[in-house]
Nanobody, 121 residues
Framework: VQLQASGGGLVQAGDSLRLSCVAT?????MGWFRQAPGKEREFVAA????????YYSDSVKGRFTISRDNAKNTLSLQMDSLKSEDTANYYC??????????????????WGQGTLVTVSS
């Protein structure tokens, strides 16, 4: 299974950006994670195929929107009102993740390469 993330770039605080991820196959959960320099990888948002449930970290709730096209195995992340603290490499991932672990990076089996988002203040 391969995942390809794209859409990162350099924007100013308050701007919007849309990330996309295309997978050769997808599983119960697809999610976005991010990792800033010197920090651990952290959960951003996830989508569950069964039921279409979405999950967000508190830091992005209300600003980011995750969407998924199950037929095309694609995942998107619309990021609005970006802040400098959103600067990070963003990764998409997929796996048969149970609900209780949907925010846990190590629960995901397949990962794409990162796409860099830089927000200048």
């Amino acid at each position: 299974v391969q995942l390809q993330a794209s859409g990162g770039g350099l924007v100013q605080a308050g701007d919007s950006l849309r990330l996309s991820c295309v997978a050769t196959a997808s599983f119960r959960a697809m999610g976005w994670f991010r990792q800033a320099p010197g920090k651990e990888r952290e959960f951003v948002a996830a989508h569950r195929k069964d039921g279409g449930y979405t999950y967000y970290s508190d830091s992005v709730k209300g600003r980011f929107t995750i969407s998924r096209d199950n037929a095309k195995n694609t995942l998107s992340l619309q990021m609005d009102s970006l802040k400098s603290e959103d600067t990070a490499n963003y990764y998409c991932a997929t796996g048969n993740v149970i609900v209780g672990l949907i925010r846990t990076p190590t629960a995901y089996t397949y990962w794409g390469q990162g796409t860099l988002v830089t927000v200048s203040s």
